[in-house]
């Protein structure tokens, strides 16, 4: 009886959310047009030549069986430190370097083809799919004029990987004898239909990802109707919706907002980190938890160089 009751609630919840945002779309059509126009813009000019090659040739990879050999030289120190198999040492080079959704994308196809456990997709899962280096040095660093000051550079790629060495040792993971038996290698495709099928799968990976930035921005336009709110609000909720846009919009007027929610990456990154797993057994929700404790746990790194006056070390 009650689950009747939440499920006609929330149809309900979503039909007059539906009834809103149509009201909205048609009352600012030149706003409209102009959010989702942001989105595109920053898909295409953002996303898909930073992210599209690396979804092809990672795509080769795991289709030819190489991710092995090429985690192999930092292999003995990853598994030392974090308790990975060869293709878990694979996800977080890949995850590290490329940026949201790669690192999720990475677990998921090698979860799907057998190379990877569930538990090792989920424990990658939690601290290995950011916002990737060339765009946290290239776009946020210069948009809150913090170029040559890598301090918020060091906090946010070590918080992820330090919470993984955490995670490893409170939850007991070990790979090997639970990947013991994914350790045979599958017969490889030619090279040809590997990378048509990378290719195929990429351009509906980035397709989908351009789906989502389109559909995240534009929603900033329920905020319309409430612009007597102070900015600061305002401008969370932007950067809650849609990192890229929120940083646009924000920029310096809201660096440690920004800096703290960098790591959450914003609800477009959950929904396009839930693309590339809906296959898998994996659980969006455990890694929406995980993104919101190390979102806590920079907040309060960023409390503690304020309370011991160290802001100088990273404002400008």
């Not at 948009?143 to 990987?161: A, C, D, E, K, R």
């Not at 995670?167 to 048509?196: K, Q, T, W």
């Not at 800096?259 to 959450?264: D, G, H, S, T, V």
């Not at 990154?269 to 929406?288: G, N, P, R, W």
Request: proline fraction near 4%; aromatic fraction near 12%.
């Amino acid at each position: 009886m009650l689950k009747k009751i939440s499920d006609s609630f929330t149809r309900l919840l979503f039909t007059l959310l539906a009834i809103y945002l149509t009201y909205l779309l048609l009352r600012y059509p030149a706003l409209s047009l102009e959010y989702a126009s942001t989105g595109l813009f920053l898909w295409f000019r953002k996303m898909i030549p930073t992210l599209l090659p690396f979804m092809i040739i990672s795509g080769i990879m795991v289709r030819m069986n190489l991710t092995e050999r090429f985690a192999k030289f930092f292999h003995p120190l990853f598994h030392i430190i974090w308790g990975t198999s060869l293709n878990g040492s694979y996800v977080i080079l890949m995850g590290m370097l490329c940026g949201f959704p790669m690192g999720a994308r990475v677990i998921g196809e090698l979860c799907h083809a057998g190379k990877l456990s569930e538990k090792e997709g989920a424990f990658l899962l939690a601290f290995c799919n950011n916002i990737g280096p060339i765009y946290f040095i290239s776009f946020v660093m210069s948009t809150l004029s913090l170029s040559g000051n890598y301090v918020p550079f060091l906090i946010m790629y070590g918080v992820p990987l330090c919470y993984g060495v955490l995670l490893r040792f409170f939850s007991g993971f070990h790979s090997v004898r639970e990947n013991a038996a994914l350790c045979h290698i599958n017969s490889s495709p030619s090279l040809l239909m590997a990378i048509d099928d990378s290719i195929i799968s990429g351009l509906i990976g980035i397709g989908k990802l351009g789906g989502y930035m389109i559909l995240f921005n534009l929603l900033n336009i329920m905020l319309l109707p409430f612009s007597s709110l102070p900015e600061n609000f305002l401008s969370l909720c932007n950067c809650i919706l849609e990192i890229t846009s929120g940083i646009n919009r924000t920029g310096i007027n809201g660096l440690y907002m920004i800096l703290i929610l960098l790591p959450f990456g914003g609800l477009s990154c959950m929904a396009q980190t839930y693309s590339m797993i809906k296959d898998t057994e994996l659980s969006v929700s455990h890694y929406f938890m995980h993104k919101c404790i190390q979102t806590a746990i920079t907040a309060a790194i960023y409390l503690c160089l304020l309370c011991f006056n160290a802001s100088s070390v990273y404002i400008p």
